[in-house]
């Protein structure tokens, strides 16, 4: 049997602590796994996370319209909103630190991979406006001068 205080519904300042709670969790679970670069398991948490933040800026946005009952609340119950916000903020930066260094490492990687592939490739040399090929300047690597068709007809 529920209790009286259960069944009534929660307030603006519980709904916001709630969504707090769920929102410090999930960017905590994110963190994990950008820690660990398990990138489809954040693809799949990317919804929620969305939901979540989207849900917990519509609290923070009536808090701020209902100011004056926020004010009425018991000391303990702002408390526990201000503990909330508190770590939210704190989770979030901690979250976007994971994701700048991800993006860093990220990065890192597609620059070695395109390094890699352009070590292979040659540079090709083109023509002068006379027509002629191009001297390579001194004490630099040789030009190598690759066929080319100009006209398909010829």
Do not use: H, W
């Given at each position: 049997?529920?209790?009286?205080?259960?069944?009534?519904?929660?307030?603006?300042?519980?709904?916001?602590?709630?969504?707090?709670?769920?929102?410090?969790?999930?960017?905590?679970?994110?963190?994990?796994?950008?820690?660990d670069?398990?990138?489809?398991?954040?693809?799949?948490?990317?919804?929620?996370?969305?939901?979540?933040?989207?849900?917990?800026?519509?609290?923070?946005?009536?808090?701020?319209?209902?100011?004056?009952?926020?004010?009425?609340?018991?000391?303990?119950?702002?408390?526990?909103?201000?503990?909330?916000?508190?770590?939210?903020?704190?989770?979030?930066?901690?979250?976007?630190?994971?994701?700048?260094?991800?993006?860093?490492?990220?990065?890192?990687?597609?620059?070695?991979?395109?390094?890699?592939?352009?070590?292979?490739?040659?540079?090709?040399?083109?023509?002068?406006?006379?027509?002629t090929?191009p001297q390579?300047?001194?004490?630099?690597?040789?030009?190598?001068?690759?066929?080319?068709?100009?006209?398909?007809?010829?």
């Amino acid at each position: 049997m529920e209790s009286p205080a259960k069944s009534q519904p929660a307030g603006p300042a519980e709904t916001l602590i709630a969504i707090a709670a769920r929102l410090v969790a999930c960017l905590e679970k994110e963190t994990a796994l950008l820690v660990d670069m398990k990138m489809q398991e954040i693809a799949e948490l990317s919804g929620e996370k969305t939901e979540l933040t989207r849900n917990f800026v519509m609290c923070v946005r009536q808090a701020k319209d209902r100011a004056a009952d926020y004010k009425a609340l018991a000391p303990a119950v702002l408390a526990e909103v201000q503990d909330a916000m508190d770590k939210v903020e704190a989770t979030a930066r901690r979250n976007e630190r994971a994701i700048q260094s991800a993006r860093k490492v990220n990065e890192q990687v597609m620059k070695s991979i395109a390094e890699a592939i352009n070590e292979k490739r040659v540079n090709a040399a083109g023509y002068t406006k006379a027509g002629t090929r191009p001297q390579p300047l001194a004490k630099k690597a040789a030009y190598t001068y690759q066929p080319m068709v100009l006209d398909e007809k010829c």
